[in-house]
């Protein structure tokens, strides 16, 4: 049995900060990658960024410098902290964990948060 509890999300004006978390448990494996996708209405869920059990981070590029990823393998948590937010951050973001962090790419493990609401206004 794997959970991901997510907690963070709410409401902010555009240049605000919010910090979002993710804490696994279960039978997880803990050399598995982790990460963060975000999604619109009508739109498919894409990646924001993931991060290996070493550290090794990607980003997508709208968020490159404004966002960061972190985890505490101790407490096998996944941390977004999210900066500078514009308008368009907005989304509901999920956890993921069970990935594969390689040198292509981040691929997507089949373990999902219950996804938390961000809306930045403008």
Request: charged share 10%.
């Amino acid at each position: 049995q794997v959970q991901l509890v997510e907690s963070g999300g709410g409401l902010v004006q555009a240049g605000g900060s919010l910090r979002l978390s993710c804490a696994a448990s279960g039978s997880i494996n803990s050399n598995n990658a982790m990460g963060w996708y975000r999604q619109v209405s009508g739109i498919q869920r894409e990646l924001v960024a993931a991060i290996s059990s070493s550290g090794s981070t990607k980003y997508t590029n709208s968020v490159k410098g404004r966002f960061t990823i972190s985890r505490d393998n101790a407490k096998n948590t996944v941390y977004l902290q999210m900066n500078s937010l514009k308008p368009e951050d907005t989304a509901v973001y999920y956890c993921n964990a069970g990935g594969y962090y390689t040198l292509g790419g981040y691929y997507t493990g089949k373990y999902w948060g219950q996804g938390t609401q961000v809306t930045v206004s403008s």
